[in-house]
Every structure is written in C-alpha cells, then in structure tokens.
C-alpha cells in the first residue's frame, strides 16, 4: 500500500476524524514520512526553469462504446487523433484524464481494460506523466474503477494513479490519492500537490443492476484531514510555506448545481448547454441521498489550504468556472474530449489547459478551453479577484 497507513479499522466511519490533536502535532514518525514520498521510483513532477508549470485534462473519453459496428471503433480513433494533435502541439508537463474513460456498459466484457491501453497510448507515446480519475461510466457491468487502475499502472510507466488505502473511499471508489509537484526536483519538500478525488457512480458488477453511490465516500473526508496534518507536520503550514492545491473529481459536487442559474457569460465564458438536474453532481441521481457528498466537501475546503480550484468533468455541455460562494473556492468544468459520450451540435471535442505562471499560489492561474482544431474560448485567470 502507497499511502499513509489507514488507522481506521473496517466499518469504522470516524476513527480518523477522532485521532488525537496531539497525536497529529507529535514528530511524524519515519513510516509517514516515506508515505509522503509516495512515488520513489518513478520521476518527480515539477515546474520548468521558469517557474510554470501546464497541465492539460482529457475527460469524458468514453472509449469502447458498440465494438460490433463501425461507428464506435471510429469514435475512439477519432479521440486517439484529437490526444496526440493535442499533446504534440500543447506540450504539457502534465496530464490529467479525469474521468469517463470507458463506456463500460456498452462495450465487451472479455476485453474492457484492454481499451486503456489504447487510451494511454498517445500518453506513453509523448512520455509525459499523467494521472486518472473514474467515473460513473467506468463503473459499470464490465468494468470496474478498479480494474482501470490495476491495467493502467501496469501498461503505463509514467501513469502516477494509484489507490487509496483500504478502508477509505468505499465500495467501488478506490481511486482517491495525492500528487506532490516540486519546483526542483531536489527540493525537500512540494510546492504544489494535486488531489484526486473518486467519485464513484455507476453499477456493480457483474450484472450493471444495483447502483454504486455517486458521491465522494465520506470516509475520505477523515483521510483528508490525516493527510494534510501528515504534511503539515513533516513540511511545514501549507500557507506559511506556499504551498499550493488543485483538486480533480469527475462528478462535480453538489453546491454547483444551485451556481449555474447566476452565471454571467462575461464573467464566467464557455459552453453551457448542459442544464444540471438529477444525477448531474454528486448525491442527486437519488433523492433520499441528497447533500451525502457535503462530508468530502467541507472537509476539502477546510483542510486543504491554498486551493487554487475544484476541477469535474461528467457534464459534457458545460466547460464555465466559477467561484462558489458557499466555501468561497473556485469550480470549473472540463471540455469533454472524447468522440464518445453524448454531445451536440457546435459543442466540439477538446481539452481544458490549465498554467501555474509561479509555484507561489498567490499568482493564481491561467485556464482555456482548446479544442481540436486549435480554436480557443473561455480564457480566464483564477486567482483571488476571480468571481
């Protein structure tokens, strides 16, 4: 297991929320410390000589819809081409594929993590490092979150997904973790650490029948807050050392859902023709689980400190960021990418760029949305004045 040891024992759903102060306070001891270095053999992420640092987000791939026709083979041809048009030309430093990898209820069951080797292939292709969320569709009848992540890590040698430790993240939502960024790889500690968080959704297999929870399990709010007392803790206050956070999860959460209504097309530019309803954000496809993600959220705006933006996917039709109000953080929807997946007319196919000008998180960052072509729209900065 990568991370931290979980000191929740099974069925406990607040044993981490109730570790001591002090037990947080006190030396961390050498076992966390190498937790905290959780990538020891593989390269460390950092920023450029000067200073920037690029991440490009592919979302909604949606690969391997109807193999026994034509036209879903072509789709995901057509998302293969849009990957290395877009990773040849916008030379990222980093990659995020967040979520919808695969369309795992319309695709074989005999072959379904096969497809991610056809989806890390432009990645491997360009040898830049990338990492995964999962989404409802990538729990489903055929395929299950955590088989994407066990074929990913072993077909891609830059992939730096990994799985939380047992006990946190629930039934079918492994796929939560953290990624430091080092402005210099022979820094001691991280300047920037990217938080992935699994949604879950979708259907359990085998028979894509019963529904899995879509909403970040609430026993990764309690993790959250172990982690970043972990990394307080050996590194220092994460806003007396500046250091900065951006968080990805593939179904937004729910507070967004009361945010679009009071968009402003020159505040807040890009797409937006999805109208969110029941199952567009976490803990709305059922009624009686509204508000079930509130753990995970307020956990993640209380805990991780110097939070650039909260980063989803899952809505194909919308690509806006805005700031919300309640927790006064800053949201922003992906470009859906991939040639699978529902769509409309003029909403093309494309990527969300995403640039640090600085490692000090007060400098804020610049986003857009690229499409395959080239053309680009929704270019805004996020930094303390962002509405």
């Avoid at 040849?88 to 993590?113: H, K």
């Amino acid at each position: 297991m990568r991370g931290v040891k979980n000191p929740r024992s099974p069925g406990c759903s607040s044993c981490v929320d109730n570790l001591s102060l002090e037990s947080l306070a006190a030396p961390v001891p050498q076992q966390q410390l190498l937790a905290l270095d959780p990538y020891p053999n593989k390269p460390r992420i950092t920023f450029r000589p000067d200073g920037t640092f690029k991440i490009t987000v592919f979302s909604d791939l949606h690969y391997g819809e109807n193999p026994w026709d034509d036209w879903g083979p072509i789709q995901d041809i057509n998302s293969a081409r849009l990957m290395r048009t877009v990773l040849s030309s916008e030379n990222p430093d980093f990659v995020v594929l967040n979520g919808d990898l695969i369309t795992g209820e319309n695709t074989f069951r005999e072959n379904s993590t096969s497809l991610i080797d056809e989806i890390v292939a432009p990645l491997n292709e360009a040898k830049i490092p990338f990492s995964s969320t999962h989404g409802n569709h990538d729990n489903q009848a055929n395929i299950s979150h955590i088989e994407e992540i066990y074929r990913e890590q072993r077909v891609a040698p830059l992939s730096y997904t990994r799985t939380a430790p047992s006990g946190i993240g629930g039934q079918n939502g492994p796929g939560t973790y953290w990624i430091p960024v080092y402005t210099r790889a022979s820094d001691r500690t991280p300047s920037l650490i990217l938080w992935f968080f699994d949604s879950r959704g979708g259907f359990f297999e085998p028979t894509g029948s019963e529904p899995v929870p879509d909403w970040v399990d609430d026993t990764v709010a309690g993790w959250i807050r172990q982690q970043t007392a972990f990394m307080n803790a050996a590194w220092g206050p994460a806003e007396n050392m500046s250091r900065g956070a951006l968080a990805f999860v593939h179904i937004p959460p729910h507070v967004i859902q009361n945010i679009q209504p009071t968009l402003n097309s020159t505040r807040n530019p890009g797409l937006n023709a999805d109208e969110l309803g029941a199952g567009s954000t976490q803990a709305t496809s059922d009624p009686s689980s509204a508000g079930k993600d509130q753990a995970f959220w307020d956990a993640l705006n209380r805990h991780v400190k110097n939070l650039h933006a909260v980063i989803s996917g899952h809505d194909h039709g919308n690509e806006w960021c805005v700031r919300e109000p309640t927790k006064n953080v800053i949201f922003c929807f992906d470009k859906h990418s991939g040639y699978g997946g529902y769509s409309g007319t003029g909403w093309g196919h494309g990527v969300r760029n995403i640039v640090f000008t600085s490692p000090d998180p007060k400098e804020g960052l610049d986003t857009w949305i690229r499409l395959e072509d080239g053309e680009t729209r929704a270019r805004v900065k996020l930094d303390a004045s962002y509405q």
